[in-house]
């Protein structure tokens, strides 16, 4: 079936350590995204990408980094310049202009 | 970039309507109004979009006002399983990809 995976749903990094999300798409989509969610809050947006090999800063890119090296994949780093980094992270995908489809999200928590 | 106002919660009664609203008096001629819908701790879920006629599927309707500057969800017949919180977000950046969530609209169905 095509869809969005994201993996690991769950992850734990000790303070100082990069941590890498992985999201990959069989939707052959053109467009992928990362969401930051926080408890309570809505979705912020870290970096998009329209096209293999090109990315953008989204509102909150600072302490993240992203490539996007094939289409069907985007991973997130979450780096140590991250002050806060424990969230709830979501990736999606759409055409040109369309839907997103999201993936189940990726829960980090940093000890 | 064009902004979105919606209530911060809503109860509705499990069988009636629920009409979800959301102000985008900034919104600019060519961009459309998406509505999608995040049930707890899953990725969002869309919904529905439009520009400028009201939309109708198997999920819900959406009206848009002839001046563009508001629209309403309706979900004809709610569910318990519609408790959720709705997204109104208006679709920006070069391409038209970019979207930003706001904080939603906590949507409440009681029995």
């Known amino acids: 079936d095509g869809g969005i995976t994201q993996s690991p749903k769950y992850l734990f990094r000790k303070e100082g350590q990069n941590v890498t999300l992985s999201c990959e798409q069989n939707?052959?989509?053109?467009?992928m995204y990362w969401y930051r969610q926080d408890p309570g809050q809505g979705l912020r947006l870290i970096y998009y990408s329209q096209i293999v090999n090109d990315f953008q800063k989204g509102d909150i890119a600072e302490g993240y980094s992203v490539s996007r090296e094939k289409k069907e994949s985007f991973p997130l780093t979450v780096t140590s310049a991250q002050k806060n980094p424990t969230a709830f992270y979501l990736c999606?995908?759409?055409?040109?202009?369309?839907?997103?489809?999201f993936g189940e999200g990726s829960r980090l928590t940093v000890l | 970039d064009a902004k979105t106002t919606q209530p911060t919660s809503m109860d509705c009664a499990e069988g009636r309507a629920a009409n979800l609203p959301c102000n985008h008096s900034?919104?600019?001629?060519?961009?459309?109004v998406y509505w999608y819908r995040q049930i707890h701790s899953q990725g969002p879920q869309y919904i529905i979009h439009?520009?400028?006629n009201n939309e109708t599927n198997e999920m819900a309707s959406l009206i848009i006002t002839e001046d563009r500057k508001s629209s309403t969800l309706i979900l004809p017949h709610a569910t318990l399983r519609d408790t959720a919180v709705y997204y109104c977000?208006?679709?920006?950046?070069?391409?038209?990809?970019?979207?930003?969530f706001g904080a939603g609209t906590i949507l409440r169905v009681k029995s």
């Open positions: 900034t919104i600019s001629g060519n961009e459309y």
């Open positions: 439009g520009l400028k």
């Open positions: 977000i208006v679709r920006v950046g070069e391409y038209g990809n970019k979207l930003v």
């Open positions: 939707l052959n989509h053109d467009a």
């Open positions: 999606a995908s759409s055409m040109a202009i369309g839907e997103l489809f």
